[in-house]
């Protein structure tokens, strides 16, 4: 079961720990900090926001808060595009600010994990904006893979590497005396070029950063694009023009290079440094989940997100097959396997479990919102039942579906702009959540929102479902209570399989002298089934003759 820390000692570095491993049974919930609460009304969420809502996540019952980047920035990439990694953007308050939140998520009995964004900068970092200016020879270009063009002229990019953005993942430069110059590599938008690992001033730099935020308190970080950070020596083409897909089982020469894991090596000396249990998460786009592994060796980082569980459509033979996978994985390295439905980067499940599945993470089909709904509230406790950490994104404790039908003036996503880029459509789950029925934003502040929330969107809000029984949120709040109190909930590495009929996933978690059993029907009708001892929580309601119903997980408990 996950563990609090709020009768625990605090310190400048944060709550003290309570047991090994606090992460390996967390509860993480991500918060996007543009769409989650406004404190000065300008109608962009901020620090103060997310300060002024802890009470609201203490109670909902997680154990950490992930909170995506709040840098100085440019925001060409919603903050992913970092200019100063030491400095808060006025946009979402002050360091000062920063500090007060660390120190309030500490006094929540909670832990804060910050992004890092070591793959590429904002091209208005220092040493970006100085290897510009300075121009060929300048000593900073080996800091970013500046390279010359292909060609006569220097014209042609130097490789045929696509952007996951769309469009080729080079952009050609101006020298200072206005002829065209070298082309720099941004595997992501142009606005953020990346950096060349091979240099040992980034190394040094980015250990400067990750002390500079412990120091601050920090409890962790969660690593952008920890895949790409090494490319492979002298960048070789890739053979094919196709639009870069993260997840396609493909090896890349820029993705998943062997080197990465001397820089997380690296990493893990400073933070074992320091007291508390502190952490690193990993966003690791991998071809296999057995590569994903390597990135949580013992001496490396410590969790993973699980994108081939995120990517499973609801069927329970892929379930089965994807959780046992993980389990093995992750086992064979003694780390704990992480869940995860929902982030800032895709489709909020409750509107990918309402279309077919294979359409891809990023949809503009509202499809069947009712089934969609009920798919993700038993997909939810599916989750939570298994063993490992579970990460929550904003809001999917409230059902919000996607908004599909963003007009397309107001979308700020850079792969939208962009041709063939990756869908473009990440707006729709970025959309401000809804905190009261009504009033200015639905609660989310005083100012209006950055994104238009739909009509009705106050009917899903957090006053809406509180202390409804059956809402969504309240759904949350005892399946994460039940998971503390029960000792079969969380910990572990394995499951054992039941028999169970056609379309239903069915296991069994032992601890503590405690069963617990989880069955989850995938299908779209009844089937005969009941768990042993006493029912625990449902998704929906249960039939009264021993029935499951359609796309509904239950929780049963003995003795």
């Known amino acids: 079961m996950s563990q609090h820390t709020a009768d625990q000692p605090q310190s400048g570095t944060g709550p003290a720990a309570t047991s090994p491993g606090w992460w390996t049974e967390a509860i993480i919930y991500q918060v ?37 980047p709040f840098y100085a920035s440019p925001q060409a990439d ?37 992004d890092l964004v070591p793959n590429h900068s904002s091209e208005q970092h220092e040493w970006f904006r100085r290897a510009l200016a300075e121009g060929p020879g300048s000593a900073l270009r080996e ?4 390279r010359p063009g292909r060609g006569t002229g220097g014209e042609l990019p130097p490789n045929d590497w696509e952007s996951v953005f769309g469009g080729p993942a080079w952009t050609r430069t101006t020298d200072p005396d206005g002829t065209p110059g070298d082309w720099y590599l941004h595997l992501f938008a142009p606005e953020q070029p990346d950096f060349d690992w091979d240099h040992p001033a980034v190394g040094d730099e980015f250990r400067s950063i990750l002390r500079f935020w412990l120091d601050m308190g920090v409890d962790g970080f969660r690593v952008d694009v ?3 950070l090494v490319k492979a020596p002298g960048l070789p083409d890739l053979g094919t023009r196709e639009q870069l897909r993260l997840l396609d089982g493909e090896a890349k020469p820029f993705f998943d290079q062997d080197g990465v894991h001397e820089v997380y090596r690296s990493w893990r000396t400073v933070l074992d440094e320091y007291p508390g249990e502190r952490i690193f998460v990993a966003e690791a786009w991998t071809p296999t989940i057995e590569r994903t592994a390597r990135y949580v060796r013992p001496d490396e980082l410590h969790q993973a997100f699980n994108f081939p569980y995120l990517t499973t459509p609801w069927d329970a033979a892929e379930l089965r097959t994807i959780i046992d996978r993980s389990l093995d994985a ?34 503009r089909s509202a499809g ?57 459509f990440r707006d729709g789950c970025r959309v401000p959540i809804p905190w009261t029925v009504d009033g200015t934003s639905y609660g989310f502040g005083s100012g209006g929102s950055w994104l238009p929330q739909p009509a009705g969107w106050g009917e899903l809000s957090v006053r809406s479902q509180t202390g409804v029984e059956g809402s969504t949120l309240e759904l949350y709040r005892a399946a994460l209570a039940a998971r503390r109190a029960h000792p079969a909930l969380g910990a572990g590495d394995r499951v054992q399989w039941l028999d169970a009929p056609a379309g239903v996933l069915a296991f069994r978690r032992t601890a ?48």
Do not use: K
Not at 378 to 403: F, H, K, N, R
Not at 513 to 528: F, I, M, S, W, Y
């Open 32 to 68: 996007y900090p543009r769409s989650f609460a406004d404190g000065d009304g300008d109608g962009m969420g901020d620090l103060e926001g997310v300060r002024s809502r802890l009470p609201y996540l203490r109670d909902l019952g997680v154990d950490a808060v992930w909170l995506s």
């Open 78 to 114: 919603a903050g992913y595009d970092v200019a100063d990694y030491r400095a808060v953007d006025p946009v979402f308050g002050t360091l000062p600010d920063a500090d007060a939140l660390i120190r309030d998520v500490h006094a929540h009995g909670l832990r804060i994990i910050v």
């Open 143 to 146: 800091r970013y893979h500046f």
């Open 226 to 228: 920890a895949h790409g």
């Open 330 to 363: 992750m086992r064979s390295v003694g780390a704990p396997t992480t869940w995860v439905l929902s982030n800032h980067d895709v489709t909020r499940h409750a509107t990918r479990f309402a279309n077919p599945p294979g359409l891809g993470t990023q949809l």
């Open 368 to 424: 069947d919102r009712e089934l969609g709904l009920r798919r993700a509230r038993a997909a939810t406790l599916l989750m939570l039942a298994l063993p490992g950490s579970a990460y929550v994104y904003q809001g999917e404790e409230l059902g919000l579906p996607d908004v599909v039908d963003l007009p397309d003036e107001v979308r700020e996503d850079p792969s939208f702009f962009r041709a063939a880029g990756q869908d473009g």
């Open 512 to 559: 503590g002298g405690r069963d617990l059993v989880c069955a989850a029907n995938t299908t779209g009708a009844p089937v005969p089934w009941t768990g042993p001892g006493t029912l625990l929580l449902s998704s929906a309601p249960l039939g009264a003759d021993g029935e499951l119903p359609a796309d509904t997980t239950a929780w049963w408990t003995s003795p």
